[in-house]
C-alpha cells in the first residue's frame, strides 16, 4: 500500500484528541484457525425479508479493531478481507461490462479537515489490480496542509468519489488548499481555503476530460452563502487550518453530459453543466432556485444521486445528515428521494428512510443505495450501522459493526451481488485432539463465493495422500473432525466452477489444539 499504518496512526494522533466519552470503548471481531482475517462481529437484526447480495463496507475510526475492507453476508460470515490500510467507498461497479471492486486508497484527514490524498484502485474478480488511478501534484499543482510531507503523497485525490460512468469513465474529487482573500467574509486577508475539485478521467490512462474547480465560481456560489452553515471562526489564518467551506462530497453524470454534484457546507445540490457554469442550485432549507414543498428540507447532507432523469423531470436521492459538528442531536438522519421539475422549479419529497425506533444523527458521512427490488440501504457513515428498509420504508436488517458515532465508521457501505473467483489457494490448518483420537480440520478460502463443499486428503508423505472426508462448507471457515492421529493434510475447495486454485498446500498436523 502506499501508506503505512504507522502513517496514519501518526495523523490521527495530530489531528484528533480521543474523546473522553468514548475510553475503553470496544466492539468484538471473529477470528479463526485457517486465516488471519479479523472482520468485526455484526449485531444483526431482521424485522422482514431482505435482498439478496453481500454487505460492502469499509472499517475505520479510532477504535477500529483494523482498517480493512469487507465483504460479509447477512448471517455475519467473512467472504473478503483486504489487508491494512486508509480506505473509503468500497463497493462493486461495472467496468467493459465486467464486475470489479472500487475503492479509495490512501490517507483521510478527520475533522475539521475531513478528506484526504490518495488512489482509487479497480480490482479484478480474482482480487488482482487492474487500474491505479491518480492525479499528482505535478500534474495539478495541488497543495495540502504544512503538517503533510508532499513528498510521501503519490497522488491527491480523494476519498469522496469514484464512481465509474456509463461511458466507462470515472468520476473523483480532489482538495487543494490554495491562498485566497477571504477578508469579504471576515476572515484573513492573506487568508487559505481548500479548494473543491471534480474531474472526470479515462480509467486507463487517467487523462482529464473534464475539471471544475469550487473557486473558479465563486460568483454563481459566493463564499458567503455558506456562512450560515458553516462559519468561519479561526478557519482559513493560515496553511494548516484552511477554511474548508465547500465540502463536495458526491459527484454523479446526467445523461446530458451535465453533473450533479453536492456541497456538504452550503446544504446544497448543485447542476454543473458541460462548460462549467452552474445551472441550478437545490438547497436544503431555502430551495436555492427551486421552491420546496412543505415536508421537504435537508442539510450537511451527502450522497446526492441521479436516479431517474427524464429531462426537466429528475428524481435525485440523498443521504441526508442533517448533522455536523456545527450542529447536531436536532434532527434524526434520513434518506430521502426527491423529483425536481426543472421547468415549474419545484422539488418535491417523494419518500423518506427513517427509523423512529432508532433514532440515528449522523454527523458526516452515509450513503443511500436504490435496489433493483425496489429496497434501499443506507449506511449511516460515523453511526457504524447499515440498515435496509422496504420500498414502503419499513426497516427489514440492521447490521452494526460499532459503538456510538465517530468511533467506527465505514464511509459508505452497499448490499451488493458479487462472484469471487481468487487467484491465492485456499488455507487450512490441522491438529491432533489427542484425548479424542482425531484429527481437527480447518479450512477457509478467502475471497471465494462459489464453492459448496470440501475434500479432505490426509496421509503420512505428500505422495501418500488419500481422501479421508468430504464435508460440507459452514461458512467461511469450516471445521471436520477425522479419526485418527494423521500427519499430513491437504484440503480441495469442491463447487461447479472451482478451478485448480481450489487446492490447499499440504500442512503438518499441530501437536496440540
Same mark, same amino acid.
Not at 88 to 116: C, D, H, M
Not at 335 to 345: D, S
Not at 355 to 367: E, K, V
Given at each position: ?98 464486475? =470489479? ?389 491437504? =484440503? ?5 466452477? =472451482? ?15
Amino acid at each position: 500500500m502506499y501508506f503505512s499504518l504507522c502513517f496514519i496512526y501518526f495523523l490521527i494522533s495530530i489531528f484528533q484528541a480521543l474523546p473522553a466519552s468514548a475510553e475503553n470503548a470496544t466492539w468484538p471481531w471473529q477470528t479463526y484457525r485457517s486465516s488471519s482475517a479479523e472482520p468485526p462481529l455484526l449485531n444483526i437484526t431482521k424485522q422482514g425479508p431482505t435482498s439478496p447480495g453481500y454487505l460492502f463496507f469499509d472499517q475505520n475510526g479510532q477504535y477500529a479493531h483494523n482498517y480493512s475492507l469487507f465483504i460479509m453476508s447477512d448471517d455475519n460470515e467473512l467472504v473478503w478481507q483486504s489487508g491494512i490500510g486508509d480506505y473509503s467507498a468500497f463497493r462493486t461497479q461495472k467496468f467493459e461490462g465486467k464486475s =470489479v471492486l472500487t475503492f479509495f486508497n490512501g490517507i483521510s484527514l478527520p475533522e475539521p479537515y475531513g478528506w484526504g490524498h490518495g488512489i482509487i484502485q479497480i480490482l479484478d474478480d480474482s482480487y488482482a489490480s487492474l487500474y491505479n488511478i491518480s492525479l499528482t501534484a505535478e500534474e495539478e499543482h495541488f497543495v495540502t496542509i504544512s503538517e503533510l510531507d508532499p513528498k510521501q503523497l503519490i497522488s491527491y485525490l480523494d476519498m469522496h468519489e469514484s464512481k465509474i460512468t456509463a461511458q466507462d469513465t470515472i468520476l473523483v474529487t480532489a482538495y487543494n488548499v490554495t491562498r485566497y482573500n477571504l477578508s469579504s467574509v471576515g476572515g484573513s486577508e492573506d487568508g487559505w481555503v481548500t479548494d473543491c475539485l471534480f474531474y472526470e478521467l479515462d480509467v486507463k490512462t487517467n487523462e482529464i476530460l473534464f475539471k471544475w474547480s469550487a473557486l473558479d465560481h465563486v460568483d454563481q456560489i459566493p463564499i458567503s452563502n455558506v456562512l450560515q452553515f458553516y462559519p468561519i471562526s479561526d478557519f482559513g489564518k493560515n496553511q494548516s487550518i484552511p477554511y474548508g467551506y465547500f465540502h463536495i462530497n458526491s459527484v454523479d453524470k446526467f445523461e446530458d453530459g451535465s453533473y450533479l454534484i453536492s456541497s456538504r457546507y452550503y446544504c446544497s445540490i448543485f447542476k454543473i453543466s458541460r462548460n462549467g457554469t452552474v445551472e441550478w442550485t437545490l438547497q436544503g432549507r431555502t430551495g436555492g432556485d427551486f421552491q420546496l414543498d412543505s415536508h421537504l428540507s435537508f442539510c450537511y447532507q451527502h450522497d446526492a444521486r441521479i436516479r431517474h432523469d427524464f429531462g426537466n423531470i429528475v428524481q435525485i436521492s440523498i443521504f441526508d445528515n442533517d448533522n455536523s459538528e456545527v450542529v447536531s442531536g436536532i434532527n434524526q438522519t434520513k434518506g430521502i428521494f426527491i423529483t425536481l421539475n426543472t421547468e415549474t422549479m419545484k422539488a418535491t419529497l417523494d419518500q423518506e428512510y427513517i427509523d423512529p425506533q432508532d433514532p440515528i444523527f449522523a454527523l458526516s458521512q452515509g450513503n443511500v443505495q436504490l435496489l433493483d427490488n425496489g429496497n434501499v440501504i443506507m449506511g449511516y457513515g460515523s453511526t457504524p450501522k447499515i440498515r435496509e428498509y422496504g420500498p414502503d420504508g419499513s426497516v427489514r436488517m440492521t447490521a452494526q459493526f460499532g459503538p456510538g458515532d465517530g468511533l467506527i465508521f465505514s464511509y459508505r457501505a452497499y448490499r451488493q451481488p458479487w462472484v469471487g473467483r481468487p487467484n491465492a489457494p485456499p488455507s487450512v490448518f490441522a491438529c491432533n485432539d489427542k484425548a479424542n483420537n482425531n484429527t481437527r480440520v480447518y479450512m477457509s478460502w478467502l475471497g471465494a463465493t462459489e464453492h459448496n463443499s470440501w475434500k479432505i486428503f490426509a496421509g503420512s508423505s505428500n505422495s501418500s495422500l488419500i481422501l479421508a472426508a468430504e464435508v460440507e462448507r459452514t461458512g467461511f471457515e469450516t471445521m471436520a473432525s477425522i479419526p485418527g492421529q494423521l500427519p499430513l493434510i491437504q =484440503v480441495e475447495a469442491q463447487g461447479p466452477s =472451482v478451478t485448480t486454485t481450489g487446492v490447499s498446500s499440504v500442512v503438518i498436523s499441530q501437536n496440540v489444539c
